[in-house]
Nanobody, 122 residues
Framework: QVQLVESGGGLVQAGGSLRLSCAAS????????MGWFRQAPGKEREFVVA????????YYADSVKGRFTISRDNAKNTVYLQMNSLKPEDTAVYYC???????????????WGQGTQVTVSS
């Protein structure tokens, strides 16, 4: 099992930046594909980006492509989400998730963090 703890959320003005971190513990981090998802009020949780076990493969949702960057440091058991050019529609609770297999589907990820709130003001 792997435990995940997100940090780095907050309030930012439109056009600003935030970096989210997700620290993993409890198992070998490099065994896991890592994903970031988000859930806005009244909406379903949606995929944002995924990174493969060694970071060699990335997949971004169209809505964040060119603005968000995922990375991972397997030595630090941490995955990051750099968010630039933030928009009010990026406001959501952001979750990191882990699974042994590659997927962009919410339902395929077995392990989840508690989430961190990101609010972008206009």
């Amino acid at each position: 099992q792997v435990q995940l703890v997100e940090s780095g959320g907050g309030l930012v003005q439109a056009g600003g930046s935030l970096r989210l971190s997700c620290a993993a513990s409890g198992d070998t981090f490099s065994k896991y594909v890592m994903g970031w998802f988000r859930q806005a009020p009244g909406k379903e949780r949606e995929f944002v980006v995924a990174i493969s076990w060694t970071g060699g493969s990335l997949y971004y949702a169209d809505s964040v492509k060119g603005r968000f960057t995922i990375s991972r440091d397997n030595a630090k058991n941490t995955v990051y989400l750099q968010m630039n050019s933030l928009k009010p529609e990026d406001t959501a609770v952001y979750y990191c998730a882990a699974d042994r297999g590659w997927s962009v589907e919410v339902t395929r990820y077995k392990y989840w963090g508690q989430g961190t709130q990101v609010t972008v003001s206009s």
